[in-house]
């Protein structure tokens, strides 16, 4: 089974931090996501990737940036910490776009909390 | 204007209490409608994926349909092991990007 990997169950960061949440993945798949989840926003998405190196803004990428040096590993930076970005953030993973079964496959998230 | 809408946003039943899930979705062109599990402070886990309309799949309790507007997740005789928020994702046919609209969720819980 695939297995997506994230760095922290629970971070507690201050007002102003840099933050770095890591993914990785095990599947060699193509493309990764950073979701967050809020209660009653449902997932929105931040930013997603396709390839190395490539990266696309989502629904909601202000104040976040990513990074993929290596195709396993996607990570989402919090350049200043704010307590608006108080959140569940779930990393997934897919197959190549066009293949048969686009399912995207889940960490277990990160409880993120700004203080 | 939400592209993907769940209802309910919660739903209580009691064990052995049939009951259905709705997701109704308004893109212009369907490749895709995906249902997902998630259970309290996990990452959603796939269910099934439903291409045409007309299209049914099941797994234990479980039964997912498709039509052209809307996709029901129907559950026979729950458990209280069926608790969880069940999630729904489209994905658009046009466009060129695969990436999935996720609906709200609905939260469900079984009494025993």
């Known amino acids: 089974d695939v297995k997506v990997t994230q760095s922290s169950r629970y971070l507690v960061k201050r007002t102003g931090e840099k933050v770095f949440l890591e993914c990785v993945q095990d599947?060699?798949?193509?493309?990764m996501f950073w979701y967050r989840q809020d209660p009653g926003l449902g997932l929105r998405l931040i930013y997603f990737?396709?390839?190395?190196?490539?990266?696309e803004k989502g629904d909601i990428p202000e104040g976040y940036s990513v990074s993929r040096e290596k195709k396993e590993r996607f990570s989402l930076i919090l350049e200043s910490a704010s307590t608006n970005q108080t959140s569940m953030y779930l990393c997934?993973?897919?197959?190549?776009?066009?293949?048969?079964?686009?399912?995207?496959?889940f960490g277990s998230g990160t409880q993120l909390s700004v203080l | 204007e939400d592209q993907v809408t769940q209802s309910p946003e919660a739903l209580r039943l009691q064990e052995g209490e049939s009951s259905s899930l709705n997701c109704s979705y308004t893109?212009?062109?369907?490749?895709?409608l995906f249902w997902y599990r998630q259970d309290p402070g996990k990452g959603p886990e796939f269910l099934f994926t439903?291409?045409?309309a007309g299209e049914e799949k099941e797994k234990e309790r479980l039964k997912a349909t498709l039509t052209k507007k809307e996709s029901f997740l129907h559950i026979t005789a729950p458990k209280p092991e069926d608790s969880a928020t069940y999630l729904c994702?489209?994905?658009?046919?046009?466009?060129?990007?695969?990436?999935?609209?996720f609906g709200r969720g609905t939260s469900l819980i079984v009494h025993p």
């Open positions: 997934a993973s897919s197959q190549i776009q066009g293949a048969t079964n686009e399912k995207l496959f």
């Open positions: 599947m060699d798949h193509e493309n």
């Open positions: 990737s396709y390839d190395v190196k490539m990266k």
């Open positions: 893109v212009s062109g369907l490749r895709g």
């Open positions: 439903l291409y045409s």
């Open positions: 994702a489209v994905q658009e046919a046009s466009g060129g990007s695969y990436i999935p609209t």
